[in-house]
């Protein structure tokens, strides 16, 4: 069973930053696309930021030219830069591999606990 371990989150002021980190366990990792997902209270989850096995990357709109996510095959992390924070951003900040499904990024394994990140404006 992959599993997730989420970390970095905390209270920020506004314009400030972030660098959250997941490590995963497994040993294909590396042949996996990963993502990462937030939830804010209210809020269904959404994929934020996505990178391919390959390295391509790709972004919600809400969080392009902020946030840059990227990966260590060898250490199974990947992590996600969040640099000009706004309020809106606030939200509980998952990591998990993700399937591609007809048009749309699912998540492949059950979710860890993840980190809570606050921006207070």
């Known amino acids: 069973q992959v599993q997730m371990v989420e970390s970095g989150g905390g209270l920020v002021q506004a314009g400030g930053s972030l660098r959250l980190s997941c490590a995963a366990s497994g040993s294909i990792f590396s042949l996996q696309n990963m993502g990462w997902y937030r939830q804010a209270p209210g809020k269904q989850r959404e994929l934020v930021a996505l990178i391919t096995r390959a390295g391509s990357t790709n972004y919600a709109d809400s969080v392009k030219g902020r946030f840059t996510i990227s990966r260590d095959n060898g250490k199974k992390t990947v992590y996600l830069q969040m640099n000009s924070l706004k309020p809106e951003d606030t939200a509980v900040y998952f990591c998990?591999?993700?399937?591609?499904?007809?048009?749309?990024?699912?998540?492949?394994?059950?979710w860890g606990q993840g980190t809570q990140v606050t921006v207070s404006s």
């Open positions: 998990n591999a993700a399937g591609l499904r007809g048009a749309e990024w699912s998540p492949v394994y059950p």
